[in-house]
């Protein structure tokens, strides 16, 4: 029995499906172990490491309020139609839409553009993921020492601007990635998940109950959760509404691929509930954990992608036995990341295997030097590459971050939306929604949720994402 009240899962495979089409695929040994596999990939560097900044950027409350309810009316609906297809075409992403329609249709390039989305996605993913594997080895040295604001601050813009110091723990981060990746679905991704996703709540907690005693804590408990305003616009409305897709690793075939590993009897309504809530609590959590401590030692919330790297070391110079709060922390941010990159990974490898017929070592192989290969740009944006701007007036880093989340995520929800309300067998949907499921008679306005609520506040965001180009 799961802690959500789901019997575990058998660990025999289900039986075949009719659109089976490849070998036997990998299988979830319970369901406990697939709901950390998903959560993981959810939990990851954007609620950690992105969404404070972001929520920072933006004014906090309203922000915050916008993206919960994101997460409620177009996060968790999309989710369950991911689950639906992956369960329902037992495939990866790059073959879900062509074999759930007309296998040489057009719809078989949605699966590419998800599989591409993800490739880039963890290029520059793997490179954040990089600066929490070099600030554990700094904690080690307590490389804060009595350092103010302003220092540790400039610590981290010399981090960012070492073009081969982020190429290398960036090639570490994905060789780490790549041999999980490597072991497979259960002696891989899904032992992994149990024991990282546990451990990075754990001490997620024991950082809140730290910073409860700050003296900007009621600052930042009212920063996150009341409404300012003056403070938000149209683009953070839109930030919001992406960031939702990103968090959720949504838009991007990974639910689509975890989700054709999961046997018969997985309620996937009630999974994806259990993975929103989880993800939800972890972001809200980060904010109350990093805002704290910038209202107390006088930081700006604005400071962008480095936020949390300025503000964390701040709390654990003050705290007793504090490198090693700050060593267990960087630790599980970059269990975090390793959690989530599992799964970005995993849509690469998986539609290698499915498409090009190859073993697990080949295509892990290829994937990984692929994405290390796109990955060097984003390493080198603070340093040679800092001019390249691509997007607005943005580095090459930034515009891959800022493409994937207000572009390519939303067009990939919005391509899911409509596959699973329009071109998919209703049939096949009701089935996969669950028949016997506690949600049944969510049915019909889940499916009027996906073909019509879904599609128009996506479109919204890509088009406001084209005018502001």
Known sequence: MSPFGCPSAPASAPPPSPFIRFAPRGRW?????????????????????????????????????????????????????????????????ASAFGMLSTPRGPWRFAGWFQVATTLGILSFYSVAAGWALHYVLLSVTNFAGDADAFAVGAHFQRVYESGALNVFWSGVFLAITGAVVFSGVREGIEKASIILMPALFGVLCILFLRVTSLPGFTEAFSFVFLPHFELMSAGGVMEAVGHAFFTLSLGQGIMITYGSYLPRDTDIVGSAIAVSVMDTFVALLSCLIVFPVVFSYGMDPESGPGLIFETMPMLFQRMPGGWIFSFLFFNLLAFAALSSAISLLEVLVSSLIDVMEWDRKKATIVAAASVFALAIPSALSGGVLWDWIVVDNRNFFESMDYLSTNWALPIGGLITALFVGFRMDPNVVRKEFGEDSPFTSLFVPWMNCVRFICPVAVAAVFLYSIRSI
């Open 29 to 93: 040994s319970s369901q406990f172990g697939f709901l950390c596999a998903c959560a993981g990939s959810a939990v990851g560097l954007g609620n950690i490491w992105k969404f404070p900044y972001i929520a920072g950027e933006n004014g906090g409350g309203l922000f915050v309020l916008i993206y919960v309810l994101s997460i409620m009316f177009l996060g968790i609906p999309i989710m369950v139609g991911e689950f639906a297809m992956g369960r329902a075409s037992q495939a990866s992403a």
